[in-house]
């Protein structure tokens, strides 16, 4: 017999908390609890796999596209993990380009800002079912 897989796996969860563990919960916050559940074991069937590494191997190519940028370059030196947190790196970068009204902080903001804006719109895309579950929110 072959193992379950782990879309298999979930949807058995999706499944028991709405069909058998629902109906016998009375008590509003746990129903909701329970409710957030089934949505989120239907976001994990269908998640992309390893988004998260490819966001950041994306910001952190893009610093590396800016790293002759003044403001990228005393960040960079300001956080001595940024190689290893392009995260933490990024946040920085912005948060110092927001001061700066030259060519340096038009660069970060015309190079950086639309990438992020881009892979948020991504992230809320694939997300975005999750906000009727976390209303209390379930359909039949």
Known sequence: ??????????????????????????????????IQLVGLARYATGRPVGRADAVVSELADVLASLSENPIVAASASELSGAVDDPLA???AVLAAAVYDDGPDGDEIRAVLRPVLVRQLADELAVTSSLVPYFRGQIDG
């Open 89 to 91: 790196a990024v946040g």
């Open 1 to 34: 017999m072959a193992e379950p897989t782990d879309d298999q796996l979930w949807r058995g969860v999706e499944y028991t908390v709405q069909h058998v563990l629902l109906p016998a919960i009375d008590d509003e916050w746990a129903r909701a609890a329970a």
